[in-house]
């Protein structure tokens, strides 16, 4: 995020509403990471909720060869680690600050309370649980569905939607990814997105930069997702 920008808050932070927001920071502290910074550790007991407050954030899990998984990318207003909050169990994940990142630290008791005595904040919990259910079927789906490049073109649309800005040609995603984290994203490996990257570009349908992407033709993209 540029400086002098504001962040724009989704996911748990939009539902919420002001009177809440207020009641729930007043229960943490603000902490911030640079990037490539952890913010938690898969397997790690949890003792912490994290919501993000400016800066993007990817969860990630890595395999015993050390290969990256991107699960998700979280940003402004996303909850984290709130599975373990609920059932105790360890991290299931990792956390790693994608760019500089701020963000809202609340101990697990607090969190629980703050939830258990405050209905809106319970329902909008339940409600982003299920969205992430949604969202873990669908690219199960996607995966089992979609060739490499289809998965590509997906996933691009969607990181579009989630982090994308106007440019001068078409729309450009502001999340910073290499190859490499692509692949780990969609669950191809390097070489292969790399390819399907060339396709989509020889279409005309995405311009690449180092670590940046920009959709020319979504519907192009959207089109060939669905062959």
Do not use: Y
Request: no cysteine.
């Amino acid at each position: 995020m540029r400086p002098g920008t504001q962040a724009r808050f989704t996911g748990f932070l939009a539902e919420l509403g002001q009177p809440h927001l207020d009641a729930l920071r007043s229960r943490g502290w603000r902490r911030r990471f640079a990037r490539g910074a952890m913010l938690f550790e898969e397997g790690a007991s949890s003792d912490q909720v994290m919501i993000v407050l400016t800066g993007r954030v990817k969860i990630s899990h890595f395999t015993n060869d050390g290969r990256e998984i991107i699960l998700a990318v979280r940003g402004p207003g996303e909850l984290l680690g709130e599975l373990s909050a609920i059932d105790q169990e360890p991290r299931s994940a990792t956390a790693l600050a994608a760019e500089p990142v701020e963000a809202l630290v609340l101990s697990v008791e607090d969190f629980q309370q703050f939830v258990s005595t405050t209905p809106r904040a319970a329902m909008v919990l339940l409600t982003g649980l299920v969205r992430r259910l949604r969202e873990a079927d669908r690219k199960r789906i996607e995966f089992a569905a979609f060739d490499t490049v289809g998965r590509v073109a997906l996933r691009l649309l969607d990181l579009a939607d989630q982090f994308g800005e106007p440019a001068a040609k078409g729309v450009r995603i502001t999340l910073p990814l290499s190859q490499q984290e692509l692949a780990g994203l969609i669950g191809a490996s390097r070489e292969a997105v790399s390819k399907a990257l060339q396709q989509l570009r020889k279409r005309g349908w995405i311009e690449t930069q180092r670590r940046g992407i920009s959709i020319l033709d979504p519907d192009g993209l959207r089109r060939r997702a669905l062959l």
